[in-house]
């Protein structure tokens, strides 16, 4: 099973970019799906951007345009790209991962991931 930290956000201002990086550790990282959430204060946590095993991506209505997910198996390690950042992207960011599985999954939904990191803040200044 793979451990997960998460490294990359800070403070930044509207319109900046940052770049957050999620080290895995363990065996067959590339067997898992990985996705990003994020909980703002006061919000339930919601979905960021998903790549699955076979590198398929899914992203949230509210970044598509703006954020990137990729992976680099060699590293062990996904990344979010966030550009054009703006206050509402303020939460703490986790990364979690999902063991590939033979039966049909909802990838948006974080039930479906049983490991996660311990997350990063990204704070967006107007």
């Known amino acids: 099973q793979v451990q997960l930290v998460e490294s990359g956000g800070g403070l930044v201002q509207a319109g900046d970019s940052l770049r957050l990086s999620c080290a895995a550790s363990?065996?067959?990282?590339?067997?898992?799906?990985m996705g990003w959430f994020r909980q703002a204060p006061g919000k339930e946590r919601e979905f960021v951007a998903t790549?699955?095993?076979?590198?398929?991506?899914y992203l949230a209505d509210s970044v598509k345009g703006r954020f990137t997910i990729s992976r680099d198996n060699a590293k062990n390690t996904v990344y979010l790209q966030m550009n054009v950042l703006k206050p509402e992207d303020t939460a703490v960011y986790y990364c979690?991962?999902?063991?590939?599985?033979?039966?049909?999954?909802?990838?948006?939904?974080?039930?479906?991931?049983?490991?996660w990191g311990q997350g990063t803040q990204v704070t967006v200044s107007s």
């Open positions: 790549i699955t095993w076979s590198s398929a991506t």
């Open positions: 363990g065996r067959a990282f590339s067997s898992y799906s």
């Open positions: 979690a991962a999902r063991q590939y599985g033979s039966r049909s999954w909802n990838p948006i939904w974080g039930g479906e991931y049983g490991i």
